[in-house]
């Protein structure tokens, strides 16, 4: 039982390069999100998603990109990778009950230099 | 503006007492409150969770206190336990939609033996 499934665990970027961090999950759930979390910031969200090919802006969408064609994945594309994009970054998904919470994946932890 | 905010970075407590870890909200249309623990290099996991129609939920050494007047919630941990040192962060969401989760800034609570 993977739960939610995030890759790479680790990467280094050079400013203005781009990448796809990839996210999957098995408990075919509906909903899914990207959050950023900065050194004594909490989470921020970026992108979420209700189902299959719908998704919407978080909090902090700006030099990122998503799409949802299956209900398993959601992957979080940067363009134009900058400094201010260093931050470890997580996935979830959700029932969508409220009280159940999310299931997080492991993070991907991204450099830009 | 930090909608959900936990005002102590972090805590220390002798194992086998009480843990109390507390939050703050300012948006009242907020339906449901959770709690998530973290360990490093890991994503968060849900603990508990409490909806605004209950002041009080319990699951084993775990109980959280919901004061709506105050828009306070606070989570009790006892005994404390070693297992227990991790960085909390309390998070809320309205209900219906998508149930994005606004997060607050975290926590570390440090167990001493």
């Known amino acids: 039982n993977a739960g939610v499934t995030q890759t790479p665990k680790f990467r280094i970027l050079k400013i203005g390069q781009s990448m796809t961090l990839q996210c999957t999950q098995d408990?075919?759930?509906?909903?899914m999100y990207w959050y950023r979390q900065d050194p004594g910031m909490g989470l921020k969200l970026i992108y979420y998603?209700?189902?299959?090919?719908?998704?919407d802006k978080g909090e902090v969408p700006n030099g990122y990109n998503v799409s949802r064609s299956t209900t398993e994945d959601f992957p979080l594309r940067l363009e134009l990778a900058a400094p201010s994009q260093t931050s470890v970054y997580f996935c979830?998904?959700?029932?969508?009950?409220?009280?159940?919470?999310?299931?997080f994946g492991s993070g991907t932890r991204l450099t830009v230099v | 503006d930090q909608q959900v905010k936990q005002n102590s970075p972090s805590l220390s407590v002798q194992e086998g007492r009480i843990s109390i870890l507390n939050c703050d909200y300012t948006?009242?249309?907020?339906?449901?409150f959770l709690w998530y623990k973290k360990y490093p290099a890991e994503g968060p996991t849900f603990l508990i969770s409490?909806?605004?129609?209950?002041d009080k939920n319990e699951d084993g050494r775990f109980t959280v206190f919901l004061n709506k007047s105050a828009k306070h919630l606070s989570l009790h941990i006892v005994p404390s336990q070693p297992g227990d040192s991790a960085v909390y962060f309390c998070?809320?969401?309205?209900?219906?939609?998508?149930?994005?989760?606004?997060f607050g800034q975290g926590t570390r609570l440090t167990i001493n033996p």
């Open positions: 409490i909806s605004s129609i209950k």
């Open positions: 948006n009242s249309m907020f339906d449901y």
């Open positions: 979830a998904s959700s029932s969508g009950t409220g009280y159940d919470g999310y299931t």
């Open positions: 998070a809320a969401s309205g209900s219906g939609g998508a149930q994005k989760l606004v």
């Open positions: 998603s209700v189902g299959a090919g719908i998704t």
């Open positions: 408990m075919n759930h509906n909903y």
